[in-house]
């Protein structure tokens, strides 16, 4: 079977449409959408690199014999995490891990604050907030993400 070319089919459909102004309209989000994303993708990469820092505290505690799961990451399990014998290499690394996840702890909580301060005028927000498990970050995330719901006709759009 032959290829069939459709170039100028293409263009003649492309221009009806422009022609009775039917030519769909690409939605570009504004430059602060942008820049919140910008924020938004660079507390998410913040985050990651904490996960593996914690990933890391934990597999050195476990080898230890410290299971304490999530009670691990409150004071008195980092305290505990702290006092534990680690000879050699592995207190080195117990220890730049430590001081990598205080320090990523910094960078991350005025993202957060900043997270929570937008999230407030902003009414799309806000009405995602309302639903259960959806914190500010990630309604803030998905109103600049998704933009305005009114250029969906319908929500199969929404989806795909």
């Given at each position: ?33 942008r ?105 803030r ?16 759009q929404?989806?795909?």
């Amino acid at each position: 079977m032959r290829q069939q070319k459709t170039d100028k089919r293409d263009a003649a459909h492309i221009l009806r449409l422009l022609w009775e102004d039917r030519f769909p309209r690409r939605w570009r989000p504004s430059a602060e959408q942008r820049d919140v994303r910008q924020w938004l993708i660079h507390r998410h990469k913040l985050v990651e690199i904490r996960t593996r820092v914690k990933n890391g505290l934990q597999h050195l505690a476990m080898n230890r014999g410290m299971r304490k799961k999530r009670q691990r990451w409150s004071e008195a399990g980092q305290r505990a995490l702290r006092e534990l014998a680690m000879p050699g290499w592995a207190g080195c690394r117990r220890q730049d891990l430590l001081e990598t996840l205080a320090y990523r702890d910094r960078k991350i909580a005025p993202l957060d604050r900043a997270a929570e301060e937008t999230a407030q005028p902003d009414k799309r927000a806000l009405l995602l907030k309302t639903q259960p498990g959806v914190g500010p970050i990630t309604a803030r995330a998905f109103a600049v993400t998704m933009g305005e719901a009114s250029r969906f006709p319908r929500g199969q759009q929404v989806a795909s």
